[in-house]
């Protein structure tokens, strides 16, 4: 294993001045919370909230949530815990801290863990490199406790490096415990109010944030089972949608009797073509763009595996049937405006590049908000804000992307 680094709409179109027109648009921007999103020609999505506490459906990049149901309220993640234990692990991996063919000591507390998916003994060496393997396929716990031990000298502290890397990444909804996942009882076997507990967004962040810096780590979690070869036993993937959905290339189960069945599971859609007439319109010229995207659907809280299984097919499924990916903007391409005086040799820029997931029975359309105080300037600053697009859906906010004032030559 290697790893990089390391080895047909309607459009309507308006300029409007920013001051006078943010109140228009941020009075129909959705509260995500309790309140179900689901798009308006899916009869079946509050059925789904019966068999878990929280969904969402969304493409990589998490621009928009074609689903969401409970998304920003903090649940317990069992074993989709090991995801913050793997990007620490990784980041280690990628400083030069440690090497996947290192051997670790499996310790005592390491093998305490519930489940010994490895069949590990004390004292015994294991390379991180099956460790992260029996980490990430069979989940298990004694090879998660043993690579945070390696990386931290004790669990303990490691979980300290949990919460802080949480906080890099801007996580506030995360608390965690332990490197494992398992839940935290008491000595009487009562469960503890602290656990491991995360959001859905923000279990959304951590898997980007896995994704963009190591992309290949689907060589691992889409293998349907591996081989441990020093003990020569087989392991089989827990995540049962690889075998049943083609595109699934990943990512991570959980389960405890605290937080019930979890599971973050991503997959690779080529979508066949890709919508331009937004983005055309807006730049008035024609463009292109790949028309594969990774989408990610997440369950936490569900009643059962087999009723997981179903809300992220069905999740997963409408993605592939019913949605379409639709170019809104490039940050490299300028956009057209009539009528509106721009300095010598410049243009009008998107912020961002935004290629998005969503069903073809849409109807996106966008409002330009240019800001004409910038022209007050008394010279050319570059990348100078100058107002936003806000695409939308009938009385439903998608997202909003600042422009920016460029130079031509650049591009």
């Not at 912020?351 to 300037?377: A, N, Q, R, V």
């Amino acid at each position: 294993m290697t790893f990089r680094n390391l080895f047909g709409k309607k459009i309507l179109k308006h300029c409007i001045t920013l001051a006078t027109s943010v109140c228009i648009f941020t009075t129909n921007m959705p509260v995500y919370g309790t309140e179900i999103i689901n798009p308006t020609d899916f009869q079946n999505g509050n059925d789904l909230t019966h068999f878990s506490q929280a969904y969402m459906l969304s493409d990589l990049d998490g621009h928009y949530n074609v689903f969401s149901y409970n998304v920003s309220k903090p649940l317990g993640i069992a074993s989709l815990t090991k995801l913050m234990t793997l990007s620490i692990v990784l980041d280690e991996i990628n400083q030069g801290h440690m090497t996947l063919n290192e051997m670790v000591t499996i310790s005592e507390h390491a093998l305490s863990q519930d489940g010994n998916g490895l069949k590990l003994h004390v004292g015994e060496q294991m390379s991180v490199d099956d460790l992260l393997h029996g980490m990430l396929i069979c989940s298990s716990n004694d090879a998660a406790v043993a690579l945070a031990e390696r990386v931290a000298g004790s669990e303990s502290a490691f979980v300290k490096l949990m919460n802080q890397k949480s906080a890099s990444l801007g996580l506030n909804s995360v608390s965690f415990v332990n490197a494992s996942g398992l839940t935290q009882y008491d000595a009487s076997k009562n469960t503890l109010p602290d656990q491991n507990m995360m959001n859905s967004i923000e279990l959304l962040k951590l898997t980007q944030y896995l994704l963009t810096h190591y992309p290949e780590l689907t060589e691992i979690t889409n293998l349907e089972s591996w081989t441990l070869n020093s003990k020569q036993i087989v392991k089989h993937n827990t995540n049962a949608l690889l075998e049943t959905i083609p595109e699934v290339d990943g990512f991570k189960t959980g389960f405890t009797n605290f937080a019930g069945y979890c599971q973050v599971t991503t997959a690779h859609l080529d979508f066949g073509s890709v919508d331009t007439k937004i983005i055309d319109d807006l730049t008035h010229q024609f463009n292109s763009f790949p028309s594969e995207k990774e989408i990610v659907a997440i369950v936490l809280g569900a009643s059962s595996k087999y009723r997981k299984n179903d809300i992220t097919s069905t999740l997963i499924n409408y993605a592939k049937n019913q949605c379409q990916l639709y170019l809104l903007c490039k940050d490299t391409v300028p956009m057209y405006v009539k009528d509106f005086d721009l300095p010598p040799d410049c243009g009008i820029f998107p912020t961002d590049t935004i290629s998005l997931t969503y069903p073809k029975s849409g109807h996106i359309e966008y409002t330009i908000m240019l800001d004409p105080f910038w022209k007050k300037s008394p010279k050319f600053i570059p990348s100078m804000p100058v107002g936003k697009i806000i695409f939308y859906d009938k009385d439903q906010y998608l997202l909003s992307v600042d422009l920016i004032l460029k130079e031509l030559s650049q591009y």
